[in-house]
């Protein structure tokens, strides 16, 4: 059974660089099956999608963040990482990170999130 | 980008009804639909993709059924464990992969 687990400050400041980190457990990233995503839920609100990477670090981003977006992935680790500059509150969520079955488009499987809040 | 509404945005239940959720697309999706759910502090669960497709270990009681624009998902027989919020999720036209608001699903 595939689990994921995010990690990182749960404190930036505006205009820092938010970075979260992913490990992967119960699987292998070497698949052309799944791809490896980020998504975030400010509180109280709903899902917006941020972008993905696959295990040959292909990425594709939300056109509304892709400017200050960079997902990594590092296959050896078993973990893919989230960059987010320049933030802003408008920044302060929950993120999750997720696996995305290239097959039927959706999130299988989901780590269980990390508040994130952007505040001097 | 696709643009998801869903409604009702809260629905107040007794255990035992039978539930409908909607789910309506700004464009044709055909099926590349699927359904979360997610209960308080917890991460979304995948119930359905494909628009009808159960995920693994989901109960029978879940249903889905649309396609296009207009997509239903239906809870026979509502249990305790299943008031949370629902969300739908296109992924037709991507990206961005977009979610609907929600539907809060709350115990009468």
């Known amino acids: 059974q595939v689990q994921l687990l995010e990690s990182g400050p749960g404190l930036v400041k505006p205009s820092e660089t938010l970075s979260l980190t992913c490990s992967v457990s119960?699987?292998?990233?070497?698949?052309?099956?799944?791809?490896w995503t980020w998504i975030r839920q400010p509180p109280g609100r709903g899902l917006e999608y941020i972008g993905y990477?696959?295990?040959?670090?292909?990425?594709n981003y939300n056109p509304s963040l892709k400017s200050r977006v960079t997902i990594l992935v590092d296959t050896s680790k078993k973990q893919f990482s989230l960059k987010l500059s320049s933030v802003t509150a408008a920044d302060t969520a929950v993120y999750y990170c997720?696996?995305?079955?290239?097959?039927?488009?959706?999130?299988?499987?989901w780590g269980q999130g990390t508040l994130v809040t952007v505040s001097s | 980008e696709i643009v998801m509404t869903q409604s009702p945005g809260t629905l107040s239940v007794f255990p035992g009804e039978r539930v409908t959720l909607s789910c309506r697309a700004s464009?044709?999706?055909?099926?590349?639909l699927a359904w979360y759910q997610q209960k308080p502090g917890q991460a979304p669960s995948l119930l359905m993709y494909?628009?009808?497709t159960r995920a693994t270990g989901v109960p029978a009681r879940f249903s889905g059924s649309g396609s296009g624009t207009e997509f239903t998902l239906t809870i026979s027989g509502l249990q305790s464990e299943d008031f949370a919020v629902y969300y739908c999720?296109?992924?037709?036209?991507?990206?961005?992969?977009?979610f609907g608001q929600g539907t809060r699903v709350e115990s009468k």
């Open positions: 997720a696996r995305d079955h290239t097959y039927h488009g959706s999130f299988d499987h």
């Open positions: 119960g699987d292998s990233m070497n698949s052309g099956t799944y791809y």
């Open positions: 990477v696959s295990y040959t670090g292909s990425t």
């Open positions: 464009q044709s999706l055909g099926i590349n």
């Open positions: 494909d628009a009808s």
């Open positions: 999720q296109q992924y037709a036209n991507w990206p961005p992969k977009t």
